[in-house]
């Protein structure tokens, strides 16, 4: 019979302290979402102030577009702050002095925040980044459209790489099996040509095309179209307005693709040739995300769990916030390694969220044990 209240009580205890934790994450995000979409419409509409088609409308469109992408950005942060407030909360209502009296520990009281932390990560990685995924590529759609003036000339598929370019006279799209090493050579090209943008008139398959400053230089190309004979030439020069660096530029960047579409693109890309290092980068960070929540958590309750006895309050307060910024600029240092392969991908990605984790449960078995 003790035992089942015990039970009961622990069970009861841990759902009220989870709903605590949850609800100061939400009042923690909201407030950044909030901060995120005003910062962001300011923005956009000083950038837009010399664009006369730049409307209001579309700039609350843009930034409305952007706003989840940016809001999924900085949940480590909320979870770091959500913690130290829920845990400041029942420090200072005397709660956990309660909560020890019965038996329970740290661990046991922090649980429940650990628990809901995970889950959401767990649903941001996989529910709320396709949407946002879908909403930042439309968000860099209009965003090329209306304040870069310009558009995407690369696309990757299946059937390989696709180029749109400008090649003096008209239009004209390029298609390749496969691109070299350096990104300056394609392999098994075809390229349509057009006038007036719309209408064909030849077409060149090559055995290769390497790009050079404005031309594209075609080796073993065969050239026809309406009304024209099949001719051989040994090499053809087409020019283009391409260089190297607006066809990388042109990549779909990581955050645009959905967690489950990026495997299928990473696997395209390496079949093209193309370097997959960010994709990768981003895939395994956004696997390792939920695991960096719970380090938060940890941090969190560190710094603001028996700060009446060992700091004030805002000291307590300043060494979680510099803990956490430190923690995100390691992680983007580590994230600058690994896209210059300095380091594994894998390693790049998972050194943050498993040093993060690391620390924070050394300083709690010190806090508590030491």
């Known amino acids: 019979m003790e035992r089942n209240t015990r039970s009961a009580l622990s069970t009861s205890l841990m759902v009220y302290l989870g709903r605590q934790f949850l609800a100061s994450f939400f009042g923690v995000f909201f407030l950044f979402v909030c901060l995120i979409f005003m910062i ?10 010399s664009k006369p088609d730049v409307t209001f409308g579309i700039v609350m469109d843009m930034a409305l577009l952007k706003l989840p992408h940016m809001a999924q950005e900085v949940l480590p942060f909320v979870a770091l702050f959500g913690s130290m407030i829920a845990f400041w909360r029942l420090n200072r209502n005397n709660e956990l002095v309660v909560i020890r009296s019965i038996g329970l520990s740290v661990w046991k009281f922090i649980l429940p925040a650990l ?7 767990v649903f941001k990685v996989t529910v709320f980044n396709p949407l946002a995924s879908t909403m930042a590529a439309k968000y860099e759609e209009l965003e090329n459209k209306y304040l870069r003036r310009q558009s995407s000339v690369l696309t990757v598929s299946r059937t390989g790489l696709w180029l749109r370019q400008n090649d003096g ?10 691109v070299s090493e350096d990104g300056l050579e394609l392999y098994r090209v075809t390229m349509f040509f057009y006038e007036d943008e719309d209408r064909f008139v030849r077409r060149a398959d090559a055995k290769s095309a390497r790009l050079s400053t404005g031309a594209w230089t075609l080796k073993d190309a065969w050239v026809n179209g309406p009304g024209l004979t099949p001719t051989e030439h040994k090499t053809l020069t087409v020019k283009t307005d391409l260089t190297l660096e607006k066809i990388q530029e042109s990549f779909a960047s990581p955050e645009t693709i959905s967690f489950w579409e990026l495997p299928k693109f990473i696997r395209i890309l390496e079949q093209a040739g193309f370097s997959s290092v960010r994709h990768r980068l981003h895939l395994q960070s ?17 710094f603001t769990l028996r700060h009446n006895r060992r700091a004030g309050t805002a000291i307590a307060v300043a060494g979680g916030i510099c803990t956490g910024f430190a923690l995100y600029f390691l992680s983007d240092l580590i994230s600058a390694l690994g896209l210059s392969s300095s380091i594994p991908v894998s390693l790049a990605a998972w050194i943050p969220a498993t040093a993060s984790i690391l620390l924070g449960v050394s300083m709690l078995f010190h806090l508590e044990d030491g």
């Not at 962001?40 to 102030?49: H, N, Q, V, Y």
């Open 40 to 49: 962001d419409t300011i923005e956009l509409m000083r950038r837009g102030a």
């Open 286 to 302: 956004l696997i390792s995300e939920p695991i960096l929540l719970c380090a938060m958590v940890l941090i969190a309750a560190v």
């Open 169 to 178: 006279r008209g239009q004209s799209v390029v298609h390749a099996q496969s």
């Open 115 to 121: 628990l809901v932390v995970f889950a959401l990560g």
